[in-house]
């Protein structure tokens, strides 16, 4: 098994900042790619940003500018940091990591992300 913890979460003013970090532990071999998803309220997950073993990353159009995922999928660790932030930035946000050649995925227990007008 694979335990994400996530951290960093937490109230802020629109224009704010905030970064959040995700350690991996346990069975963590053959990790394919770290990510971070969002869900808002009433909404579906939705992905923010993810990072392959080969450090190529994605970002949704709409944090593109704003958003910097950064760390090392091989040592199991990912942030992300949070610029400019918005309201429409307000949700849940959850680590997620997946395995080389495995249907095996694993998610965090989510950190609240807050932006208020």
């Known amino acids: 098994q694979v335990q994400l913890v996530e951290s960093g979460g937490g109230l802020v003013q629109a224009g704010g900042s905030l970064r959040l970090s995700c350690v991996a532990s346990?069975?963590?071999?053959?990790?394919?790619?770290m990510a971070w998803y969002r869900q808002a309220p009433g909404k579906q997950r939705e992905l923010v940003a993810d990072m392959d073993r080969s450090r190529r990353i994605n970002y949704a159009d709409s944090v593109v500018g704003r958003f910097t995922i950064s760390g090392d999928v091989l040592k199991s660790t990912v942030y992300l940091q949070m610029n400019n932030l918005k309201p429409e930035d307000t949700g849940v946000y959850y680590c997620y990591l997946d395995r080389l050649q495995s249907p095996d995925d694993y998610w965090g227990q989510g950190t609240q992300v807050t932006v208020s007008s």
């Open positions: 346990g069975n963590i071999f053959r990790i394919n790619s």
